[in-house]
């Protein structure tokens, strides 16, 4: 059964450590995921079968908060650019749009993947 608390804990943490990693130093991003996703096997309750799904949830989820700071950030912008300029601001609001879904897109379908790779590593962690 999933640990949905540490789950919840998980994802924060994988959202956090990856907009700090993105922001300081990029190539590290992606270990925001796999922290995440390990830190939640490791503290959680679950069973070693759900690993799997809880770091990969973890990854999901923290995706998501990713996704929705990244449009709401852009949005502002945006919306800026729209005071200033009128004529543009209508086109800098649906690329904001498209840009967002984009990256959220991306950063579910990698946050997915190593959450699920870091669900794995902390449950083999927890066992010995």
């Not at 390990?38 to 999901?60: H, S, V």
């Not at 990244?70 to 840009?99: C, Y």
């Amino acid at each position: 059964m999933i640990d949905w608390k540490t789950v919840g804990v998980g994802s924060l943490i994988n959202a956090v450590l990856s907009i700090v990693f993105m922001v300081t130093f990029f190539p590290l991003f992606f270990l925001g995921p796999i922290i995440g996703g390990m830190l939640a096997t490791y503290i959680g309750t679950g069973e070693k079968k759900d690993a799997l799904a809880e770091g990969a949830l973890t990854g999901i989820i923290g995706g998501l908060i990713i996704g929705i700071i990244f449009i709401a950030g852009f949005g502002v912008l945006s919306a800026i650019i729209g005071l200033i300029f009128t004529k543009i601001g209508m086109i800098t609001g649906t690329a904001t749009l498209i840009a967002g879904i984009f990256v959220t897109a991306i950063t579910i379908l990698v946050g997915g993947v190593l959450g699920a790779v870091g669900g794995v590593i902390g449950v083999e962690i927890k066992e010995k």
